[in-house]
């Protein structure tokens, strides 16, 4: 892995929400990579900046948020340095995402086929014949069927779990190198999320993709991702293989986020959970952004943001006290 390159790098992102009440720093430094083929998963609570990452990546923030620092390097360019004609061109190009709700994400007046057919006509060199067909190609090849027939109707004609795979084809049509998928199963039932995601995955392994993929769901994640990064207050907790992850949480919050699962094959009155709640932006503690929640907190997590340390090769955690958490 330390040999190859990276499709996505995102060096140090700083996004800043400047608003009456003063600016707060929703994602603070936060830095990852993915390379071609490669699933990095990220999690945590709402709130965490998960979603505030992807749109800035995408440079998609409305005001008053602003990117305030850092690099995002696609192939080793920095978007961030590009002019906002020549982000569009790579935007749905070579990197695409996918939303949470596609009822809130498509054009209710035009059809499946109308919004496809401008995506590839935006990018691609092609005449509307040619671009009907791509659009058919890509509604067949997420697995929708009577492709032909679906092309013609409104979002609204569809169910849920078709509008996601009519979003997966419209975010595929230009075969874009990286694919940032925002809980992208969340609206669905537990069936058509299994397919959603094995049609991720099918998709991935045909196109090569590196795949950003952010949830809440940790079975989800342990499903699809190679990598994890747990986010909490706009910041890395943790980041690891996802078997390693799993089998060795070091921080205190992925340990809780762990231990708030329900667990196959053992029987409970009652799950645990993670006392407290997410800080509001301006109250996050000095130092570690968990320490009102944190089992472990000692004074320096008050007062000193923690380190981020080596636990093995593929593996950093920040925190004072890590260690395989019970």
Known sequence: MENRVPTLKVQNLETTFFLKSGPFRAVKGLSYEIFPGETLGIVGESGCGKSVTS??????????GKITGGQI???GQDLLKLPTAQMEDVRGAKIAMIFQEPMTALNPVLTIGQQIDEQVLRHEKVSNDEARKRSIEMLSLVGIPSPEERYGNYPHQLSGGMRQRAMIAMALSCHPKVLIADEPTTALDVTIQAQILELFQTLQKK?????????????????????????YGGQV????????LFNNPQHPYTAALMNSRPKLGQRTKRLQTIEGTVPAPHEFPKGCPFANRC???TQICWDVPPPVTQVSPQHIVACYHPGVQK
């Open 55 to 64: 749109l800035a990546v995408m440079q998609l923030i409305d005001n008053p």
């Open 207 to 231: 196109f090569n993709m590196a795949v950003q993929f952010i949830t809440h769901d940790l079975g989800v994640i342990s499903e699809v991702s190679d990598r994890v990064l747990v986010m």
């Open 73 to 75: 390097l696609l192939d």
């Open 237 to 244: 907790c943790e980041s690891a293989p996802t078997q390693e």
């Open 295 to 297: 089992p472990k907190v």
